[in-house]
């Protein structure tokens, strides 16, 4: 029987990178509908948990995805709203990679030092990738996370909503430009950016000399880089003392992540991957 996902993608068209990943992780058919919304759903979920005997169940599978995070996160209750008894597939959220990406970045800052107790800044946090980094940071025993935001109604919208999702707090801020930022990193002792492509938001001046800061990480891939003087290279590599990590530099463990969680979604047909089982995995791995 082919293994069948579907992928439901909140962005006008599907990603292609998420449809290749999904090919690699063994779907035989991916089939994606892009401009999804919660009120567009229900058929398509009905399709897809109607239509096979039980034990067959496990080999239909549901992907969302795209780059609106409360739009992914509302589609996600729209679907469990639709399951009762076994009338259930697996299914995975990952809009824009959040959760795949920074579980790869936070499991590998874990790896090379000790988050506990720790205050940990995530720079441009608002986003997908930053508002389930500091999620992750926090529940890896960070004392404090700071979300920064260009204005403050973001951040603090983006700590509402994530208080709301997990029940943890983290700490909004605003930091409008670099001075203001260099200055919210001291007493920092982790610090990760991410924010949109192609943006500095700090440079290296403003980093290297801080002597609180152990471990730095940075999910920007097109240049310049969101923390000046890194390499989206680094691997864990020590720079002015401090440990870094680029984002192709975690970005294997990413592939290697979002590609085994894929597969799990056909093992059984009653996952749900999210943030939590996503982070837990990628701790595994990492």
Excluded at 145 to 150: E, G, K, P
Excluded at 209 to 217: C, G, R, S, V
């Amino acid at each position: 029987m082919k293994k069948l996902l579907f992928q439901f993608d909140t962005d006008t068209h599907p990603s292609v990178f998420d449809t290749v990943v999904a090919y690699d992780a063994g779907a035989d058919q991916v089939i994606g509908y892009g401009g999804m919304t919660p009120d567009k759903i229900g058929s398509l979920v009905e399709g897809a948990i109607f239509t096979r005997a039980p034990k067959d169940k496990k080999n239909t599978a549901l992907f969302i995805g795209g780059g609106d995070m409360a739009t992914g996160q509302a589609l996600l209750q729209a679907i469990k709203d639709r399951f009762f008894g076994n009338f259930r597939v697996s299914v995975m959220l990952d809009s824009n990679g959040s959760n795949t990406t920074a579980a790869a970045a936070v499991a590998k800052l874990a790896s090379s030092g000790s988050i506990a107790g720790k205050k940990a800044v995530v720079l441009a946090g608002t986003g997908p990738v930053g508002q389930r980094a500091a999620i992750m940071l926090s529940m890896e025993g960070a004392a404090e996370v700071i979300v920064t935001s260009r204005q403050l109604p973001q951040a603090e919208k983006v700590c509402h909503d994530m208080k709301l999702r997990f029940g943890i707090e983290l700490n909004p801020a605003a930091a409008p430009d670099m001075e203001t930022r260099a200055k919210l990193i001291e007493g920092a002792h982790i610090v990760f950016a991410t924010g949109a492509a192609g943006v500095e938001l700090l440079r290296e001046e403003h980093w290297r000399d801080n002597p609180t800061l152990e471990l730095i990480a940075d999910a920007n891939t097109t240049p310049p880089l969101g923390i000046g003087g890194m390499d989206m290279m680094d691997r864990g590599i020590l720079r002015h003392g401090k440990i870094s990590w680029g984002a192709l530099g975690f970005g294997n463990l990413k592939l290697a992540l979002q590609r085994a969680c894929i597969a799990r979604l056909f093992e059984q047909n009653d996952l749900i991957l999210d943030a939590e089982e996503i982070f837990k995995t990628a701790k595994e791995m990492a």
